[in-house]
């Protein structure tokens, strides 16, 4: 029964590193989406996808790719990290545009 | 665009005190409303929803009242427990969600 599984748990980087992200459903839902998530700011959505092969951008895509090569899996590609990326970062799944989301336990990121 | 506004926090309440935290929200459309719920160290869980005007969700002894008239979705429990404090979130969903920036509640015994 798991859901919604992101690895990392934690990670720690330097400016200029790269690193993915990982997003893993295994509910079969079209929607996936990328929040990140800071103090006194709610819940920002950073990309989303709507199936295999269809990724849009949300409220804060600069410095982050995103791709959706299969439903199962939506994978977050920060390309040169920079200490404002630090952050909580949670993928979401849902089953229809007008349903609930799921969420996976997050990913802690520090950028140094 | 479609946006939440939430009570600012942090909220801190004695057991089993009365709970209200406000949201009202601006959409173009007929959005779902929700409410999540998020507990130390944890990613967050639905609480409760509403799809339409006058809908009431409820859950765990909490309760919301979809009000389209007062663009509203105010979230409520009559008698909080210490197992309630977390940080709760106000969203709305018409095709993207949109999230409140987060209340949070701190029930002491």
């Known amino acids: 029964n798991a859901g919604v599984t992101q690895t990392p748990k934690f990670q720690v980087l330097k400016t200029g590193q790269s690193m993915t992200l990982q997003c893993a459903q295994d509910?079969?839902?079209?929607?996936m989406s990328w929040y990140r998530q800071d103090p006194g700011m709610g819940l920002r959505l950073i990309h989303y996808?709507?199936?295999?092969?269809?990724?849009d951008q949300g409220e804060v895509p600069n410095g982050y790719n995103v791709s959706r090569s299969t439903t199962e899996d939506f994978p977050l590609r920060l390309l040169s990290a920079a200490p404002s990326q630090t952050s909580v970062y949670f993928c979401a799944t849902r089953s229809g545009s007008n349903q609930p989301q799921h969420f996976g336990d997050g990913t802690r990121l520090s950028i140094l | 665009g479609d946006s939440v506004t939430q009570m600012e926090g942090p909220v801190t309440l004695s057991e089993e005190a009365f709970l209200t935290i406000n949201c009202t929200y601006t959409?173009?459309?007929?959005?779902?409303l929700f409410w999540y719920v998020q507990y130390p160290g944890e990613g967050l869980q639905l609480l409760l929803k509403a799809t339409k005007a006058d809908d009431k969700g409820s859950n765990k002894g909490f309760e919301a009242t979809y009000r389209k008239e007062t663009t509203s979705f105010h979230l409520e429990k009559g008698s909080v427990q210490v197992s309630d404090s977390a940080v709760y979130f106000c969203a709305l969903n018409d095709y993207k969600l949109s999230f409140g920036a987060g209340t949070t509640v701190t029930v002491r015994a």
């Open positions: 509910m079969n839902h079209e929607y």
């Open positions: 996808s709507v199936g295999a092969g269809i990724t």
């Open positions: 959409a173009t459309g007929y959005p779902s």
